[in-house]
């Protein structure tokens, strides 16, 4: 087998995450050249040995016999940049979400297919191997047909406000993994959205035009439900739980602690708060995403994760946005023909 | 202080439940009397050294120096026999519901706030210790303002397709239960409520006109969220947990077991099933709610639970129906003026 | 069947809590008589409607047609009564232990044997759920041969000095219900005792020539072991913990908890402490106890614990205590013949 | 600062794991060569691009610039390369145990001393978060004075019998860990062992002169206690706790699990196995155990694990194994003078 070059593009904390499982685990691939905007990201690239480091996307596509790219830039970029690649004819491994207008989707995805390549869209979290049991148990029937999913998701602190204001509010940055999550559990199509939201948090999101706190029903078309709870604020950190209740019994997926002690004192018994955020709680779902990918390139076969994942979450991400405008039920067919 | 003379009206297996506790633990009341429509429950009535047993309401209410009334009877008997009650004086404990119908409910309250007497209605997860220790940490303000209420209500089993078809529905048979706590814990007035609902569990529920599969979502007042999910059978049995998530914190209330051992083996570690079903998991609620029905008595201070708490929950479980019917969230206002 | 008619002797926090249960729960018997030295504790009796109230063990066993007495007071009587009981020809359950002299004991037990009256000893642990679940799974063969059991058993706080002077030391004391636990989960013959003892709690226990804080190996027959750990004092309360480690498995008995509830706040995951002492935790164990004892009267059937349960008990007391004397471990045949 | 080259002697699994954790972890340093006496390690070398492949210690010592060396080669080489790596002024970091013999031992850490080299012995499981965090606890008083320290060590099955006749015995190959973690934790001097053992898993482990199974009470200077349990095998795979009781409260190290699942079925509720073996377990151990080798040479403190380590807990075995032969509790004077 040939060595397979890669590109990273964009080296924020999601981008050194995948330049580093790149770099270190595996020997089938190699990390031909990396690219940010900022000149202080080279030590970055440097720190894992990267050859070329450059600063626009045009210039990483031009890197001789790059194979596949890993976009990891800002989101206004992705579509721009996945066009670039699919046209270049490069593999392409994208950060959620592809856009926030479904329509820009759309267009991105039937460039896509037009070329030919293959693309993978960034939900780690179906990789992380708490949630991977839960759906190898359901797919085990170890539950029996699914008929409530409950999802708990809330963050130890909202973004600033300026990330806010574009980041397509909290139903496309924040509960799009919890509807991808849904729809990876149950293996089946959403028909309607029906989600209830609040500012409990802090006014100034509200003052952004944003929410920070919903409770969202989603039915699927078999007439099963999946509930998922969202806050951008939970005073003891980052709170990630997953309930799958079926015919034949229930599984949970509890949050992931750094110990499992227990202090007993005259005061209680205690322990410590869970995992503080998303790069210490998916450590290993960032390590295992980026393998399948490099797996699927090698075996070409499917991408785990392709491109119609995340249109759907968008247009979900959407549905809920309409349904709290207009306090009713949303079908997805309004949002998605 | 006085004995105080207390009657049971109906010995199925709540009746049995009370009068057992009120005969036991009492030192300061008599169960002076038990009524019950069939013959064969005289034997219960005996088993508790009940003097007088009756087959009539109106010869139960004839014993003299009748104090107080614990009704167990089938639900379409409570409005006529509360009403009885207080027109002749007697202080009274009623089960869930008062009446299906919220008109006749509102016309019982009326003829009790006119004769003067108490009312207490038989939510008994209120009294319940587990609940009850949630309830005293979010009044301890431990967890801040309730921004997210959770209640996971699932039976082991679903009751006949006959006895369904009389109960008014599972909203206003299982879920006026969860109604009810999750006003108890936020302490804040509901506005609207959204039931997303389906039959999963035996079609002939739905022939019977009923669900029972359901996830709810109730507004506060104050825009905060409460979130029920029930189901009429979970084969693992009865599923009855509550979780409070506020502004400094979150609490959760697990399953109550049997025991507490972990078997480990070469398959995995393992424990025993949650308490079966609701006389073994709310057995120390049954108990503590009738204590605090005869302190209140004993003392004349207000009953932890009153008329307009029955009411209330009706109305919500009227508003989940037509919810569901209509497909949209529904205005407590459009039930209750 | 006919009445069974039984007395309490002693009405100190045991004796309340076996006439609570024994006038409570039972049809097939009546309390008949109780007694005390302290005139005081008549209100006792009144409580649960004891016809009779004396204040010598003569005088009890002269209520007519006597079949049972349940021994509750203080250690130093239990020899005389056991045998003025036997010899009267009633049937006896006595809390442990039977003597802190095992001579005394096996003439006690003689005496017993001869009479042909069943005695029943109160190790109540050995009927707590907890427990019972844990032997029926051992019995079950669900972890195989038992090859190394480890029982946790710590106080919330030392008993008075004065107590502790007259109470036989903590072995006999307290590692009493453990050594018996030891043996009812292992079913086999203990043949070696070695006790590390030291004071860690209070000096003043060590001036009365007894220690506070101790592990305890113990050998059985087929040179499977138990160990057990005492502490007269543990801060976060009463800490009753069983383990049983085997060829096939494991099987965990945890403490037992008020509630279950799980607290989230910004500086950790808390719960409540353990269920404070053995009047709370053993509340179950005390009723199931008393329940077998006449159970066993009634069908005539052998007693649970018996004699020779408590007399091997004693035993190990004695052993663990010459084993601490001259820091050696001390075989059973030493101290039993 | 200058790179440190360290090169890493015997690539079995513990080499292995060493040899990856240093080559992709570090920058600080350079891993210049491995030696292995087989032909076929030499892949492992150069899969993590280890430019100096070399079949003797000799030929490693040899390499030029060599700073520091990690030891990983089978126990008998232990003492021999120690010595030579001292003697040529190499830094040295050595898997347990250093020897056997006692005076082997002893002569070996003069050598060190001697040279003035560093030397760390490799007893990982102070550097697992879990047990780290036990420690920190402890070290803030958060339990108060350490009374009874119980540590739980169960393998999930045996070695070879080959490899338990070399091995010096389970206390010296087994134990030595969890007499090293009582030290750990407690901080204070053992002052005398009793081990209670037998052969419970297989009977060629006593053919072969060994134990399998054991009970072993340490007592410090202070008179508090330590209790170790082990088995060479336990049906549910590996079996790590520990727990620190003390005069202020208990603090409890669980098993860690590979999820934390719970799954619930009409059956019962469970979940999976602790994580299956000490690779798997102390992963996170091994990484941090040579993170804080690499920095105390680069800082040029002392080593958190010395040769004085290595030492006691040798001497701790051939205690346990007298005690064992002589049943009798064995003061650590009359091992090590």
């Given at each position: 087998m040939e060595t397979i070059n890669v590109a990273v593009a964009g080296l924020g904390r999601i981008g050194k995450i995948h330049l580093k499982n790149l770099a270190r685990n595996f020997s089938e691939i190699k990390v031909v050249a990396a690219m940010d905007v900022f000149d202080e990201s080279k030590a970055i690239a440097d720190e894992f040995n990267v050859p070329v480091f450059v600063k626009t996307f045009e210039e990483l596509l031009d890197?001789?016999?790059?194979d596949a790219v890993v976009i990891c830039s800002p989101t206004d970029t992705h579509a721009d940049y996945v066009i670039q690649a699919a046209r270049a004819g490069v593999q392409i491994f994208c950060e959620k979400p592809l856009d926030l207008s479904l329509e820009r989707v759309q267009e991105v995805l039937e460039v896509v297919k037009k070329e030919g390549v293959h693309l993978m869209l960034g939900f780690n979290r179906r990789f992380d191997p708490e949630f991977k049991k839960i759906k190898a148990l359901v797919e085990n029937d170890a539950v029996g047909d699914p008929q409530i999913i409950k999802i708990t998701s809330r963050d130890p602190g909202p973004p600033p406000v300026s990330y806010i204001k574009s980041s397509g509010g909290m139903f496309l940055d924040m509960t799009i993994h919890d509807f991808d999550m849904a729809r990876y559990i149950s293996g089946k199509r959403v028909k309607e959205v029906y989600a209830k939201a609040t500012v409990k948090v802090d006014p100034e999101i509200a003052q952004a035009g944003d929410v920070d706190t919903a409770v969202i029903t989603l039915t699927f078309e078999d007439d099963s439900m999946a509930v998922i709870d969202n806050c951008r604020k939970a005073a003891y950190g980052y709170d990630q739980r997953l309930e799958v209740f079926g015919s034949k019994g229930m599984v949970q997926a509890e949050n992931n602690f750094p110990n499992n002690h227990k202090l007993y004192t005259e005061t209680g018994v205690s322990g410590d708060l869970p995992l503080h955020f998303f790069l210490e709680r998916y450590d290993a779902s960032y390590n295992q995403e980026i393998r399948e990918f490099i797996d699927a390139l090698v075996s070409g076969s499917a991408m785990p994760v392709d491109g119609e994942d995340g249109l759907i979450s968008i247009a979900m991400g959407l549905a809920a946005k309409k349904s709290v405008e207009e306090n009713r039920p949303v079908k997805m067919t309004e949002i998605l023909a």
């Open positions: 890197v001789p016999d790059l």
